[in-house]
């Protein structure tokens, strides 16, 4: 026996699915992977949160930070971190004095309206654990949920990113000068872990600045996982002397999960895996499998017309005709054609299987309109038979009969063999059909 030969086409096809199945893998590790991101990236996160107290004559007293966003990364957000005391005029003011009230807002973008009251949920003190919980009024897709990575992970002399709003509305800058544009990223090292004297709350000791604005907002390590939130720095004369603090993750994880709330942990996936593996391997996986695909049917389409071809071939060569009766495809297409009325020049695919002519749409391929005279709702079949080649036709009950091309009426229910160029037609010539090889 001869062997089968892969063709060109095949071979395409096969590196294809291969190139698809690769991409489509680190496309899925994308998604489900490490989840990091640039430093930068993590500016999708990061929200300017304004907090003011008011007293019963109406004057008010303000304060600002920055605050990022906690939950299912890729969904929408409903939960802001922030510190303690970026929101204390807001909420402790109102629980320490009568005569205060508090407005809280969580700023997206300086557009016109483009903020939403906060509600804080849970709030520690500058002395205490200075962290705050806002959750807004509903979930926003406005910002990206960072994720957060473990303090004990981190090491001393390791860079970090302290990203937020430092100064703002107190250094020459308009009030609404929020947008994202605005946050700043300022890069440190990590000097020590250490509990400061002023809080019981453990932190990271770095050189990256921290000034009146970047309270609250997160410090990220080069994958863009939270480690820290930025609390406090200290000067001597006005003078940054490399003494800053962000309160380490550790300590924020401790109260989500107390609180119930959603967060996410970086290592959830292979380490090296990046997002954007997602947004370039898989739409390469899809076009590959695609087209992988598509090569491989039409090849093993046109696998099964070659040894017709062949055999044609060598029966002409040999003076013989080719054999006929079940040994192969046909060379052409049997189909049913119409000749007259409402059908006449188009033609139906019998090796697809029966088709049946008549007025119910529910049973029939070829269908009349219900009025049309002289044609019953299930008529007459039609069927080619490959292993005889030939043409079947059946009159199926029908009410005004079915007739071969030379008058003949056929006897309901009984087979009738028809060759190609035979016609037949329904009730009256009005409606002639002939069967084809085309």
């Known amino acids: 026996m001869e062997a089968k030969k892969t063709s060109s086409k095949q071979v395409v096809a096969i590196l294809l699915l291969v190139i698809g199945l690769i991409a489509g893998v680190f496309g899925i590790l994308g998604l489900v992977g490490g989840g990091g991101m640039d430093p930068y990236e993590a500016r999708n996160g990061v929200v300017y949160i ?10 008010s007293e303000a304060g600002w930070g920055t605050g990022w966003a906690i939950g299912k990364p890729g969904e929408p957000v409903q939960y802001i971190v922030t510190n303690g005391h970026v929101v204390e005029r807001a909420y402790a003011y109102p629980k320490q004095y009568a005569n205060i009230t508090g407005d809280l807002k969580v700023y997206f973008s300086a557009a016109e309206n483009d903020f939403v009251a906060g509600q804080v949920v849970y709030y520690s003190g500058f002395n205490e654990k200075d962290i705050a919980i806002i959750k807004l009024p509903s979930a926003t897709d406005k910002r990206t949920a960072l994720r957060l990575r473990s303090s004990s992970d981190v090491k001393v002399g390791e860079t970090v990113y302290a990203l937020g709003y430092p100064g703002t509305a107190t250094v020459g800058q308009d009030f609404k000068t929020f947008d994202q544009d605005d946050i700043t990223l300022t890069r440190g090292v990590i000097s020590k872990k250490m509990t400061p004297s002023f809080s019981t709350y453990d932190a990271f000791q770095m050189d990256t600045y921290i000034s009146g604005g970047n309270s609250g907002g997160p410090l990220v390590d080069e994958n863009g996982f939270v480690v820290g939130i930025n609390s406090a720095g200290i000067e001597a004369s006005g003078i940054d002397i490399g003494m800053n603090y962000a309160i380490v993750a550790d300590e924020l994880i401790k109260i989500l999960d107390s609180e119930r709330i959603e967060y996410t942990m970086a290592g959830g996936g292979v380490s090296w895996a990046q997002p954007w593996f997602a947004y370039v391997f898989l739409p390469i996986g899809v076009l590959a499998l695609a087209g992988g695909i598509i090569l491989l049917v039409t090849s093993q389409k046109n696998g099964q017309g070659a040894p017709v071809a062949a055999g044609a071939a060598a029966g002409m060569g040999s003076g013989k005709a080719p054999a006929r009766g079940g040994r192969g495809p046909v060379e ?99 409606n002639r059909f002939v069967v084809s090889k085309e």
Request: aromatic share 10%.
């Open 50 to 59: 304004y907090s003011v107290a008011y007293n019963d004559q109406g004057q």
């Open 332 to 430: 052409k297409r049997a189909v049913l054609r119409g000749v007259t009325g409402k059908y006449s020049g188009q033609s139906f695919d019998l090796l697809k299987g029966k088709v049946v002519i008549g007025r119910d749409p529910a049973t029939c391929n070829i269908v009349f309109d219900k009025n049309t005279p002289g044609i019953s709702g299930r008529h007459c079949q039609v069927v080619y038979d490959p292993n005889e080649d030939c043409f079947i036709i059946t009159d199926l009950g029908s009410s005004y009969g079915t007739f071969l091309g030379n008058g003949k009426k056929l006897t309901a229910n009984v087979a009738e063999k028809l060759s190609t160029g035979d016609t037949f037609y329904l009730c009256d010539n009005a």
